[in-house]
């Protein structure tokens, strides 16, 4: 019997996670490895792109996001640790690079991207990847990977796996954090005012660890929870999966 070929990963770690939670990466990266998938992150990726095409600055977008698009070319299954991200690249950049020369390669490189979670469930068939938790568990779910990618039963799957666990639902889950990316800056009461409304629930639901899919929405509530001195945390999915959350 012939061996089925591995399946070859670029992991694209966004801009967030390779400055400032590179752990959040190295615990994708192990996550789909442990699966067998020879992962890789090509060299000179840097963004996607969404900033500045969520700004309005569209020139600026397309020329990053179209050096992008050249950098993961041939370099198989795209996955982010990230719905905002992959979100760009699979429903953005068709409208990014509409009527361009990049239009036909952007539309190749959306069939093959995939936030973390969706990747492992929907892709791989993966629901138990060994993980383990002693405490009580709630999920937030990121406004794009929920809106744009439909994400949100895959983490779960995988949340309802965590040996030790209890899952909690967390009341307006499907609420947005506050972050927004700009918009926590150019709206910061009404972000502010978001974030209050978020910390409320978690209280609430009486979880120790509020876990997310997206590195942005994982500092919006920390920050929130830390300035409120909550016992409560709030790391990425990626985290807990692979076992990185110290308890």
């Known amino acids: 019997m012939t061996a089925q070929p591995r399946r070859r990963a670029a992991l694209f770690v966004t801009c967030i996670v390779d400055q ?8 994708a990266a192990e996550l789909l490895e442990r699966q067998g998938v020879e992962v890789h992150v090509p060299r000179g990726l840097t963004c996607c792109g969404q900033m500045a095409f969520n700004a309005g600055f569209r020139d600026d977008a397309y020329a990053v996001a179209g050096r992008t698009i050249e ?12 719905g905002s991200c992959g979100s760009m690249i699979r429903h953005l950049y068709h409208e990014l690079f509409h009527g361009t020369r990049h239009a036909t390669v952007a539309k190749e490189l959306a069939s093959r991207t995939y936030e973390l979670s969706e990747y492992l469930v929907d892709v791989l068939g993966v629901t138990d990847v060994g993980a383990r938790y002693n405490g009580v568990i709630a999920f937030h779910d990121a406004c794009h990977g929920m809106r744009y990618m439909g994400l949100g039963r895959q983490a779960r799957t995988l949340l309802n796996h965590v040996a030790g666990a209890r899952i909690v639902a967390l009341p307006g889950s499907d609420e947005c954090c506050g972050f927004g990316g700009l918009f926590a800056i150019k709206q910061h009461q009404i972000s502010e005012a978001m974030l209050h409304r978020k910390l ?24 929130g929870l830390s300035r409120s001195k909550s016992r409560v945390r709030a790391c990425h999915l990626a985290e807990v999966l692979a ?3 110290k308890i």
């Open 20 to 27: 400032i939670y590179p752990d959040i990466g190295f615990a």
């Open 71 to 82: 950098i993961l070319r041939n370099q198989g299954d795209v996955v982010l640790p990230s």
């Open 200 to 223: 409320m629930h978690i209280m609430e639901c009486g979880c120790d660890l509020v876990v997310t899919s997206d590195a942005s929405c994982m500092t919006q509530i920390a920050g």
């Open 243 to 245: 076992n990185r959350v």
